[in-house]
């Protein structure tokens, strides 16, 4: 099975290799969808995860007492439709663009690109943007 | 050949009047060229959608029985003026309420007013010979209230500085959230869509135009507050810095809670998105000319908002098209770029606009007293001791 997960780290960076080795000792394969680490937050990554779904839980836990946040992700956060007026002001804190503006000038959310840093909740003027989890 | 407004609206009244936008205009003068242009078009519709943090409501109750001369007033929780005639009072769109602070304020009150919601209010008052009511508590509607109108002081500024992070630490401002390390820039205006951006002289619009305002038929009241005409410009008159300000006025009970929109900015405060549309009568060439400018040749500033002084540091001069194209680039590096203010709902004004006057809905409305020219902004200086 394929699983998307996001792991948070307490210390920039500090958990990312371990991450990696557990995921490995644990025959999962593995892509870095995106990684983000800002001064003012923890580390994130990303990640798609392929294996056995017995494999995946025993990974997880093993991550999880290794002190990493390990989080189930679809699409975090949900904008509202009739409250948006495509003002652009949540793009500005969007660090990896999973908010864009289009061409015509409309706002769009990318579920896939989204991190979760949820940013992008407090910047909407209209609080139109709900995170889910 | 030049055109008078009364010859405008006789061919708006006629239904033939030729109305595009300030965006479909830049087209027709390259293909026709200016002076078949001029002859061609006759109004030029402009239009904005963005935060406006002065404005506010005219608002009167109506006389209880027995009357109260309201004090203290509240409207959901968010306080109003008491300081005017008895039931009169003025909701500021900025004021928080006091139960949910910046969450829900003026702004928010004024357009659940206009969507029709009942909206709670309470005063209280002394109590007098002729008013002797001391309190009142009541729901009411927009329908209920014998006048409501927006009266905004300083709307659809004329430029507007774009705004930048130059600390390490991340500022929540009414630019919107601007990240440490020059991490982004934020900017608010339509550009070439943008109503003053068209008329940057304001030739055609003074004291009395007739405007689209949050949906409604509103006018221009005023020159709005801070109105700095005397600005730097370019060589053809287009300000480089914030210019000239509009104080508008509408009647609530015509406008489409659409337009009118409660806004909160982190950290900050309440604001309101507010929708205007000005129409430009092509009077002639020169007119003409004006409303064919392009993003590529409107300029602003990039100001560092991290800097706690009224004088903030320019870091570069940018176009409007830069801006647009979501990168800058400042001394080598590219830092993304985000609008505040919403061109595609400002489209949407436009059109709207556009389509009440091929209609024959809308007319022209020439000014009845220009605004000044060369009128500087003054700042506040700090007295020390007793008056002088
Ligand atoms: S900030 Fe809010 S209203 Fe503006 S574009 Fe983003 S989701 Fe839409
Ligand atoms: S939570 Fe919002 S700001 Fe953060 S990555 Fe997702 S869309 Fe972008």
Not at chain 1, 122 to 131: E, L, Q
Not at chain 2, 98 to 126: C, N, P, R, T
Not at chain 2, 182 to 202: F, R
Not at chain 2, 211 to 237: L, Y
Request: glycine share 8%.
């Amino acid at each position: 099975m394929t699983k998307k997960i996001l792991l948070s780290f307490p210390q920039k960076a500090a958990g990312q290799p371990m991450a990696m080795e557990l995921i490995k000792t644990y025959h999962l394969d593995f892509s870095i969808l995106k990684a983000f680490i800002d001064d003012n937050i923890k580390g994130t990554l990303l990640l798609e995860i392929k294996g056995s779904e017995a494999d995946i839980e025993a990974g997880i836990v093993y991550l999880r007492e290794h002190q990493i946040g390990v989080r189930d992700i679809e699409s975090v956060v949900e904008v509202d439709q009739a409250k948006c007026v495509s003002c652009g002001a949540c793009t500005a804190v969007c660090a990896v663009d999973a908010l864009e503006m289009t061409a015509d000038w409309s706002l769009v959310h990318h579920d896939d690109k989204c991190l979760e840093c949820m940013l992008c909740v407090k910047a909407c003027p209209m609080r139109a943007i709900h995170a889910i989890i | 050949m030049a055109k008078s407004y009364q010859e405008i609206n006789e061919k708006i009244a006629r239904g033939e009047a030729v109305v595009v936008t300030a965006e479909e205009v830049i087209a027709i003068v390259k293909e026709r060229g200016l002076k078949e242009a001029a002859q061609y078009v006759d109004v030029v519709t402009t239009a904005t959608f963005g935060p406006m943090c002065s404005s506010g409501a005219f608002l009167n109750f109506g006389h209880a029985d027995p009357p109260i001369r309201m004090g203290q007033i509240t409207i959901n929780g968010v306080e109003a003026y008491g300081g005017l005639a008895a039931v009169d009072t003025y909701l500021g769109a900025t004021q928080p309420s006091q139960d949910k602070g910046i969450e829900y304020g003026g702004a928010h009150v004024i357009s659940d007013l206009i969507a029709g919601k009942a909206v709670h209010l309470l005063a209280k008052s002394q109590g007098t010979d002729c008013y002797p009511r001391k309190e009142i508590d009541t729901w009411v509607k927009l329908e209920d209230l014998n006048e409501a109108y927006l009266f905004n002081p300083r709307n659809v500024y004329q430029n507007y500085n774009a705004a930048i992070n130059g600390s390490s630490e991340r500022l929540y401002t009414y630019m919107g959230i601007l990240q440490p390390n020059m991490g982004n820039i934020t900017y608010s205006t339509a550009g070439e869509l943008s109503p003053l951006l068209n008329d940057p002289l304001l030739k055609t619009i003074g004291m009395g135009t007739r405007i689209f305002f949050g949906g409604a038929q509103g006018h221009v009241s005023w020159m709005g507050t801070q109105f700095n005409s005397a600005c730097p410009r370019d060589e053809k008159g287009y300000p480089q810095t914030p210019g000239a300000t509009l104080a508008l006025i509408g009647n609530m009970k015509e406008m489409n809670p659409k337009y009118i929109r409660g806004a909160v900015y982190e950290g900050y405060g309440t604001s309101m998105f507010v929708g205007v549309g000005i129409p430009i009568p092509i009077l002639n060439e020169e007119m003409m000319a004006f409303v064919a400018v392009e993003n590529k040749d409107l300029y602003t500033n990039v100001i560092d908002y991290s800097v706690p002084k009224k004088a903030k540091p320019s870091l570069k001069k940018v176009s409007y098209a830069e801006l647009r194209s979501g990168a800058v680039d400042i001394n080598g590096k590219i830092i993304k770029t985000s609008p505040l203010s919403s061109l595609k709902m400002a489209r949407e004004i436009a059109d709207e606009l556009g389509n009440w006057i091929k209609k024959g809905q809308f007319f022209l409305q020439e000014p009845i007293q220009s605004f000044p020219q060369g009128n500087a902004i003054k700042g506040l200086e700090i007295k020390e001791g007793e008056s002088r």
